[in-house]
């Protein structure tokens, strides 16, 4: 198995962090630029891209970081957003990103215990209430939503958060409702899922995927077969010699490359190889 912790990009990427674990400013997930290279929530996605996991001390002090954010010891440094409750989205990405990387840390546990019960309750008939969610919201964190509305729960955060939090009664109709979603997972892929990518070799399919890997961590029976349909797809994109290629425009900075150049076709195959040969065994593990 190909080992990327070694390469360039995640040189480059420890070399600016910070002396307290972090990159500086902490949200946004969407893909590096001139004008932001770098937050913690990119750098930390891509270091997880490459293969670090909480054993390596990049990993260790940036959850260490978020931990201290997550009881108050610290404050990330962005700007207070106006459009939702401040502190409750900022407990909710803090906690998303630990248990990424550690299920020890009773306080990001905590909130997504909070989390699982509001979705839980959301799903309770069968099929999702968004005015059950906004109930229970409301009850569990003892506060009317920002503005009186609520966006539903299809965002990178809350179905990462769970995944590993729901009864199989729940996460069974919950694959259901995020697949059709017209406006996919937020922060991820903006488009429905149940809906494959009119292009293999493209940016959009690179994006579809990073959703399916997310869905993929839904282990309870019955989810894996929801996303067959996305094995039968890579399988037919899969090249003769029985290797796969997105193509160069599959380059995001933060999916990919894994290699340090793709000026070498065969760089961006085995990049491309080694991502889509992972998320199938996890679909069929």
């Known amino acids: 198995m190909a080992d990327y912790r070694n390469s360039k990009w995640a040189s480059e990427i420890i070399e600016l962090q910070k002396d307290d674990g972090s990159w500086g400013y902490f949200h946004t997930l969407s893909e590096p630029s001139k004008r932001n290279p770098l937050t913690t929530e990119q750098a930390i996605r891509r270091l997880q891209t490459l293969g670090f996991t909480i054993m390596d001390e990049p990993i260790a002090k940036a959850v260490s970081y978020m931990h201290d954010c ?4 610290r404050t ?3 700007r207070r957003e106006k459009l ?3 502190d409750i989205f900022t407990a909710l990405m803090l906690a998303t990103w630990i248990r990424r990387f550690t299920k020890d840390d009773h306080n990001a546990n905590e909130v997504a215990e909070k989390w ?3 979705i839980s309750r959301a799903f309770e008939k069968g099929a999702y209430d968004h005015g059950r969610y906004v109930e229970v919201y409301q009850k569990i964190f003892r506060l009317p939503p920002r503005g009186g509305r609520l966006q539903d729960f299809v965002t990178f955060y809350q179905i990462s958060l769970v995944s590993d939090m729901l009864s199989d009664q729940v996460a069974v109709p919950l694959m259901d409702y ?3 979603k017209t406006t996919g997972i937020y922060y991820i892929h903006d488009k429905q899922l149940s809906i494959l990518p009119q292009a293999f070799k493209s940016k959009e399919a690179s994006r579809y995927i990073a959703a399916i890997e997310l869905l993929a961590e839904y282990r309870n029976p019955g989810c894996q077969g929801k996303l067959k349909f996305v094995v039968d797809w890579l399988n037919i994109n899969k090249e003769h010699d029985g290797h796969w290629d997105m193509g160069a425009s599959a380059k995001d900075g933060i999916c990919f490359p894994l290699s340090d150049s793709w000026r070498k076709e065969e760089s961006r195959v085995k990049d491309c190889t080694f991502r889509i040969a992972k998320l199938i065994r996890m679909l069929e593990d």
């Open 76 to 78: 990330i440094p962005d």
């Open 70 to 73: 997550l009881v108050g010891e």
């Open 178 to 180: 995020v697949l059709q």
């Open 84 to 86: 939702h409750n401040w």
């Open 116 to 118: 699982a019960e509001i």
